[in-house]
């Protein structure tokens, strides 16, 4: 929640800097990277959520807080990338994909072990 509430105010930090109303979302190739990082990192939230979840109830709670604050910091890494430079954003956005099929794995072998347990 807070890294959505620190994206979401950049956006209004730039929306402002720029002189670009609401519903406005283009302007200022500055402000459209901010806006765009911003759109990105809420699109992937509840996927990360959910396979943060089902990992860490299913698999381990610690494995899964490890990966889940990785993907967080590979995330607030893409996102300031992404605002300075678009190629900024590839780094990042390769390790945080990589993070989201690591815990899609750990979230079904998890959900495999306490299903198909004798």
């Known amino acids: ?7 979401a105010m950049q956006v209004i930090y730039a929306r402002r800097k720029y002189k670009i109303s609401p519903p ?17 990192c809420s699109e992937y939230f509840p996927i990360f959520i959910s396979l943060l979840w089902v990992a860490g109830i ?7 807080a490890a990966c889940g604050l990785l ?12 605002a300075g ?3 900024g954003r590839l780094g990042p956005l390769y ?24």
């Open 1 to 7: 929640v807070l890294f959505s509430a620190y994206f």
């Open 24 to 40: 406005e979302t283009t302007g200022h190739p500055e402000f459209e990277r901010t806006f765009r990082a911003q759109a990105n």
């Open 58 to 64: 299913f698999f381990h709670q610690g494995v899964a």
């Open 71 to 82: 993907y967080l910091y590979t995330r607030l890494r893409y996102f300031q990338g992404y």
């Open 85 to 87: 430079a678009a190629r």
């Open 95 to 118: 390790a945080s994909a990589w993070l989201l099929w690591v815990l899609l794995g750990l979230a079904l072998a998890g959900l495999l072990a306490h299903f198909l347990r004798p």
